[in-house]
């Protein structure tokens, strides 16, 4: 008992003298802060002043996989282009990761995969350290490790530009308080899908094994208990960073939903459709193509793991074994999508090899990084069009495929279920499933109806997708900045 009270005695000594020293260090870390966002603005005063002699706002974008084909970076560049319209005398500027390319070969794929052409120039900021935010370099504790790397990327990016306006536009929240108070910006951010969400504190609280939660952890109830600590910590830090946006905007009702539980910043909040680039297949006809026989599937998305590639192949083959469609003279199902890296184009190979297990790898093709024309090609080929990603914040690729007039079957969740496979009018827009069974068994139904009844949809769909164009982007994602620029 005395040797507890000793040591009491010795730890309640060293209370107020640790005290002191913390808050010591405390104060000089906010001086140095403040010395160093008082550099930083000097610095921006010297960049920002333009030959006539007059200050030219700086707005930034965060993006550092830019040059991939995705449905964010389509999300950046019609961004891009409403704000060089609105403010022509402003100056541009892309933080970007794409080393490998120049800045006139980002620009050329903008136009080759989104049909999108600035109208004034843009400077690239080109960024060595986003190796920092590959998921690839922390197996484990992988939200966590990618959210610190993106603050020392996002240090590299201050570093490099001191900007006026600020916009994250790819989800890197953890950038935001270093950007508005060090750098003194207006911060803005487009979130395309929480880091984390409450559907994943769901996944690890009933021990469901998912992409993100592995088999090991799910049997083990201590290190379920311990996966989910650390998703309820990150999520309160995640909450903390995210209400530092001076403007929040989000691409889907899902999305709306987790932000405003996770930021509570719903004043400032709204929901920004993205921009689909529906008025360009409004010119494929709607009535189907009689020159070949057969159908084809269609699936458009980048290579992610999130995408669920692997269900898509797996339906099919369940479709083909079970012959389902035995009147259908030939199936084929072709994957369109992106690859930003070795990791995605390591899933593509792996998704050969499961085609290849399944014995369907002579009716699965895959077409990675095409130009727009030849997937508007596809599209204007296929019957239906395939999503299959869970709890997808919105579905740019469901979008396309309904305004091409392939008969959409997505997954019964997200943005799909929530805003877009909805009914029009009164009439059905598509369809939603969530299993194989479900799938290979809705592709069947698709197929057995008549070409009447299919045009019926067709027109249906393309009709209420108009409220994703990329004139209503425009309109209300300028209205939502607009707070940014005053």
């Known amino acids: 008992m005395a040797f507890l009270v000793m040591n009491l005695r010795f730890f309640y000594s060293l209370f107020f003298p640790g005290l002191i020293v913390c808050g010591t260090l405390c104060v000089c870390l906010v001086i140095v802060l403040w010395g160093i966002r008082l550099l930083l603005q000097r610095k921006k005063k010297l960049v920002s002043t333009s030959k006539n002699g007059k200050n030219q706002m700086v707005i930034a974008f965060f993006h550092p996989y830019c040059n991939a084909g995705g449905g964010g970076e389509r999300v950046l560049w019609c961004a891009l282009r409403a704000l060089q319209k609105k403010y022509p ?14 800045g006139q070969q980002i620009l050329e794929g903008a136009f080759r ?25 922390y197996p484990h504790f992988t939200l ?8 020392f990327l996002g240090w590299e990016a201050l570093m490099q530009c001191v900007p006026d306006v600020y916009i994250d536009s790819m989800g890197y929240a953890f950038t935001l308080p270093l950007f508005k108070y060090i750098g003194g910006c207006q911060v803005g951010s487009y979130v395309h899908y929480p880091t984390i969400s409450t559907d994943m504190l769901s996944v690890v609280k009933n021990q469901n094994i998912g992409f993100n939660n592995p088999a090991f952890i799910t049997r ?64 494929i006809p ?42 259908s003279p030939s199936l084929k199902l072709v994957l369109i999508g992106g690859c930003r890296n070795k990791d995605d184009e390591l899933r593509v190979n792996q998704l050969r090899r499961l085609s290849e297990d399944l014995g369907v790898q002579e009716y699965v093709e895959f077409k990675i990084n095409i130009p727009f024309d030849e997937l508007k090609n596809y599209l204007s080929e296929a019957t239906i069009g395939l999503h299959t990603m869970w709890n997808e914040h919105f579905g740019i690729g469901v979008v396309e495929c309904m305004a091409a007039g392939t008969i959409i079957l997505a997954h019964n969740s997200g943005g ?14 598509g369809f939603l499933a969530e299993s194989e069974e479900d799938y290979a068994e809705t592709i069947a139904h698709i197929l057995s109806m008549s070409a009447e009844k299919r045009l019926q949809i067709r027109k249906s769909a393309r009709a209420s997708v108009s409220r994703f164009s990329d004139q209503e982007f425009e309109v209300t994602f300028l209205s939502s900045v607009e707070k940014l620029f005053k």
């Open 286 to 327: 709607l009535h189907e193509k009689k020159m070949t026989p057969g159908h084809l599937l269609v699936s458009v998305g980048q290579f992610r793991p999130e995408k669920n590639h692997p269900l898509q192949i797996r339906a099919f083959a369940k479709l083909l074994n079970k012959k389902m469609v035995e009147s």
């Open 113 to 137: 995969r989104f049909n999108i052409r600035l109208i004034h120039p843009v400077q690239f900021v080109f960024l060595r350290k986003r190796y920092l935010v590959e998921d690839s370099l």
């Open 144 to 151: 966590l490790g990618q959210s610190l790397g993106s603050i």
């Open 220 to 283: 083990n109830p201590f290190l379920s208990k311990v996966k989910l600590i650390y998703y309820y910590l990150f999520a309160f830090i995640y909450g903390l960073v995210g209400s530092c946006s001076d403007v929040v905007m989000v691409n889907s009702s899902w999305t709306l939903n987790h932000i405003l539980s996770l930021w509570k910043v719903g004043n400032c909040t709204n929901i920004v459709y993205p921009p689909c680039d529906v008025q360009t297949f409004l010119d």
């Open 416 to 429: 799909p279920k929530l805003d877009i496979v909805v009914p029009h009018e009164g009439d059905i827009t």
């Open 89 to 102: 005398e402003a100056v541009y500027v892309v933080y970007t990761g794409d080393v490998n390319v120049s």
